[in-house]
């Protein structure tokens, strides 16, 4: 059991460049979470999809789409990235929303 | 809007030493608050889940408290080691939208041999 995965683990944008962040799990969870940590913000929730084939909206979901491919698959797509948009990501699952989380290893962006 | 608090920010402690982690959250009506452990550079793990009907739950060495009229969870860990030194998280699940959390900044733990 891998649990959840994300690539890449590192990543160095220019400024407008578009990127996709993938992740995948293998616990057979419904809801899967993408947030964003930052020094003294904490983290915060960008998008979530409760279950395949829906998607809502977090508390910093703007210059974010997401899309839940199917069950396992969680993308983050970055369509035009900005200096703000450096952060560490994380990718998370549960069994159902109001289960426990369970956290990916993270993405670390930069973009210059 | 909920705000989730850690207080203190950071804290130290000799090895073998009890000691308590604090989460204040202000908004009553959650679902859930869980605690989780970061280390640096890492990703999140799971330590402790507690529902909103519940007033404690324990794993091991760790015990965690949830009394939601007052706002309050506790983290309790008894006989620290230098391995627990991280960064101790813990957030909240809003029962209106139970997908969405809120996160406390953190304490950072360190446990000197």
């Known amino acids: 059991n891998a649990g959840v995965t994300q690539t890449p683990k590192f990543q160095v944008l220019k400024t407008g460049q578009s990127m996709t962040l993938q992740c995948a799990q293998d616990?057979?969870?419904?809801?899967m979470y993408w947030y964003r940590q930052d020094p003294g913000m904490g983290l915060r929730l960008i998008y979530y999809?409760?279950?395949?084939?829906?998607?809502d909206k977090g508390e910093v979901p703007n210059g974010y789409n997401v899309s839940r491919l199917n069950k396992r698959e969680f993308s983050l797509r970055l369509e035009s990235a900005a200096p703000s948009q450096t952060s560490v990501y994380f990718c998370?699952?549960?069994?159902?929303?109001?289960?426990?989380?369970?956290f990916g290893p993270g993405t670390r962006l930069t973009v210059t | 809007k909920q705000e989730v608090t850690q207080i203190p920010a950071a804290l130290s402690v000799p090895e073998g030493e009890n000691l308590v982690l604090n989460c204040s959250f202000t908004?009553?009506?959650?679902?859930?608050l869980q605690w989780f452990r970061q280390d640096p550079g890492k990703g999140l793990t799971s330590l402790l889940l507690?529902?909103?009907?519940?007033r404690e739950q324990t794993s091991g060495r760790l015990n965690a408290s949830l009394d939601k009229s007052s706002g309050r969870s506790t983290l309790y860990i008894a006989a620290s080691q230098p391995g627990d030194s991280a960064t101790y998280l813990c957030?909240?699940?809003?029962?209106?939208?139970?997908?969405?959390?809120?996160f406390g900044d953190g304490t950072t733990l360190t446990v000197k041999p």
């Open positions: 998370a699952s549960s069994r159902l929303a109001e289960y426990e989380q369970y």
């Open positions: 616990m057979n969870h419904n809801s």
């Open positions: 999809s409760a279950s395949e084939g829906t998607t």
């Open positions: 908004d009553s009506a959650i679902y859930n």
């Open positions: 507690i529902q909103s009907s519940q």
């Open positions: 957030a909240v699940k809003r029962d209106t939208n139970a997908g969405k959390s809120t």
